[in-house]
């Protein structure tokens, strides 16, 4: 239950930063706040499955991988924006 709160706070730094990265600035608050969160559960969930190297302890918040939470919101994001047709 605390990881889910943690999960809700990085989301929407990390939503921000992979819309920085991706170049799409045009959502709203709660859009970014959705995908960030759906980001930071995939790219958590997908390197815990598939045992990707453990980053640098620094980069690590509660647990939680940042570069690749933020890999799997850009990964939504282009997926978002794949499924929405807006490049």
Not at 12 to 32: C, I, M, N, P, S
Not at 36 to 53: A, I, K, M, T
């Amino acid at each position: 239950m605390l990881k889910l709160l943690y999960y809700l706070v990085i989301a929407f730094v990390v939503g921000t930063v992979a819309q920085f990265v991706t170049g799409y600035h045009k959502q709203r608050v709660f859009t970014t706040f959705l995908l960030g969160f759906v980001g930071v559960v995939l790219g958590d969930f997908f390197s815990y499955r598939l045992h990707l190297p453990p980053q640098h302890p620094l980069f690590f918040v509660f647990g939680i991988s940042i570069p690749w939470s933020i890999i799997g919101a850009v990964l939504v994001i282009l997926v978002y924006r794949l499924l929405r047709g807006r490049w």
